[in-house]
């Protein structure tokens, strides 16, 4: 084997013997250890042989066009000057290890865009062996100041979505350079407390503004640990929210009434209406002018916001929308503005940064193309660290270093 094929495999530290493929169809390599290794204790370079295995050890090292890479070494003791005796260590292998961290980083990152048992059956590694180490890896796998930049302002978006079911995860991006942070276990306040407590405090605070949806636990958890950053409340979140109840409205008129009432006049954009829905809009808000009519006019107040040029002028629209609404006689118009005015800074925060959570939305996109290529998870740290894998490794010596401290 020469030396450029050796540099392919890694094998660049060992001396090459003899190569052969197995029955099974898989590739053995026959190589020796180097003459010398650095001792443990007074790291001088030593080469006396203290004692040879009598039978010599199998090691997956890699995997080449789909078949398993097998090493065949004689592990050696080495006897150091300083009387030290010791196991002479293997290149690229791992202590107490049988499988090279290549290996390990190679099936690890084929979980990337792969399920378990897809990776399974390519890699010849099982589940157990995978999700092992997959666990192993420390998260994140790169600095974090590969993640978020070396200097500069960061702006973080946190938000939910589900794992299984009705189980919430958390999910923080930082949308200054567009890298997904951290997939935290739920969605619940303490969880996001301690990672923001753990986040290092040269980071956090260099942190200027934080987008949410209108969570109160999440705006209370950066108020405290991130006073000095701006709160801003995504607008497609504030948008949905007065699209749902204006819709809300519209089925509870309907089941009063007992006729239908059409729905997509009320949710869609009333620029964008048809003839037809611009006619059925007016009928809807000219028979329910107290709830049906002022939902809707407060739905695309808000919508007429986020056009606004600037803060003064956005500021001032708002405080005319919220005093409105809050003079209607519908008691559903009254606790929404006051909700709206509850959140008034967060709103308004968005004419300060112009930052949406755009981006978390689109992690949420390819998560869920994740989770259906994986047909499921039922333990959520090995399904918040697929889903990391997805996003933040680009190659297999960032992966390889961590398996091998």
Request: glycine fraction near 6%; charge should be positive.
């Amino acid at each position: 084997m020469d030396k450029h094929t050796q540099g392919v495999l890694g094998l660049q530290d060992y001396r090459v013997m003899t190569y052969q493929r197995r029955g099974d169809g898989d590739e053995e390599v026959s190589v020796r250890l180097p003459a010398t290794a650095p001792c443990p204790g007074c790291q001088a370079p030593a080469g006396r042989v203290h004692q040879v295995a009598a039978r010599p050890s199998r090691l997956l090292w890699s995997f080449v066009n789909g078949r398993r890479l097998w090493l065949v070494v004689r592990r050696r003791r080495l006897r150091c000057r300083c009387g030290r005796v010791f196991t002479q260590p293997l290149p690229g292998v791992a202590p107490r290890q049988r499988v090279s961290a290549h290996a390990q980083a190679a099936a690890v990152h084929a979980l990337a865009e792969q399920s378990f048992a897809a990776t399974q059956r390519s890699h010849g590694v099982s589940y157990g062996r995978l999700r092992r180490w997959l666990q192993r890896l420390p998260v994140p796998w790169c600095p974090w100041e590969e993640l978020v930049g070396a200097d500069g302002p960061i702006a973080l978006g946190i938000d939910e979505h589900s794992f299984r079911g009705r189980d919430l995860v958390m999910t923080i991006t930082c949308l200054s350079t567009h890298r997904l942070l951290a997939i935290l276990p739920n969605d619940r306040q303490a969880t996001l407390r301690s990672w923001l407590r753990a986040w290092p405090e040269p980071l956090r605070s260099r942190v200027v503004a934080v987008c949410t949806d209108l969570r109160e636990s999440f705006r209370s958890v950066v108020r405290q640990l991130l006073p000095h950053a701006v709160l801003v409340a995504d607008p497609f979140h504030v948008i949905q929210d007065a699209t749902r109840r204006v819709d809300e409205t519209r089925r509870l008129e309907q089941a009063e009434a007992r006729t239908a009432l059409p729905r997509w006049p009320l949710v869609k954009a009333q620029e964008r209406l048809t003839p037809k829905q611009q006619a059925q809009l007016a009928s809807l808000t000219a028979t329910y002018p107290e709830t049906i009519g002022a939902h809707h006019w407060l739905k695309e107040g808000l919508r007429a916001l986020y056009r606004c040029p600037d803060q003064p002028t956005a500021s001032a629209h708002f405080q005319r929308l919220v005093l409105n609404a809050e003079a209607g006689d519908d008691a559903s118009t009254v606790l929404w503005a006051r909700t709206l005015r509850r959140w008034d800074d967060a709103i308004l925060g968005f004419f300060t940064h112009r930052i949406t959570n755009g981006y978390t939305e689109g992690c949420h996109t390819k998560v869920k193309l994740l989770k259906r290529l994986s047909y499921g998870f039922r333990n959520v740290d090995v399904y918040s660290r697929k889903m990391l894998l997805g996003f933040l490794p680009r190659s297999l010596d960032t992966l390889t270093s961590h398996i091998l401290t």
